[in-house]
């Protein structure tokens, strides 16, 4: 079975900083064949792609708004990824959801096979 754990969300004011991390397992889960991402939703909206890394060459990708202000990373021999978010803006309130897909580079979440529970960000102005 293939699990995704998602932690480090929390409550945060304005122009704070946090960093999320994925760990990630399963007998069958080979986390370097799968590119990885972040995903976000924060209510009422749909889910929306914030930043990914793939899996051979840690190729990224960013959301426009959120370029500049978060990196994502991988640790292929530690299984994790994580989300280093700095200057964070009320409009990143949402569930923040990590991700992996056989995908080389996507941003589609449809293309993620695995997800995992979400954790919450709340970012208070």
Not at 38 to 43: E, L, M, S, T
Not at 92 to 113: F, N, Q
Request: hydrophobic share 30%; proline share 2%; aromatic share 12%.
């Amino acid at each position: 079975q293939v699990q995704l754990v998602e932690s480090g969300g929390g409550l945060v004011q304005a122009g704070g900083s946090l960093r999320l991390s994925c760990a990630t397992s399963g007998p069958t889960f080979s986390f370097s064949s799968y590119t990885m991402g972040w995903f976000r939703q924060a209510p009422g909206k749909e889910r929306e792609f914030v930043a990914a890394i793939t899996r051979t060459d840690s190729r990224i990708s960013y959301a426009d708004s959120v370029t500049g202000r978060f990196t994502i990373s991988r640790d292929n021999a530690q299984n994790t990824m994580a989300l280093q978010m700095n200057s964070l803006k009320p409009e990143d309130t949402a569930v923040y959801y990590c991700a992996a897909s056989t995908s080389y580079s996507t941003t589609y979440y449809r293309e993620y096979l695995y997800w995992g529970q979400g954790t919450q960000v709340t970012v208070s102005s």
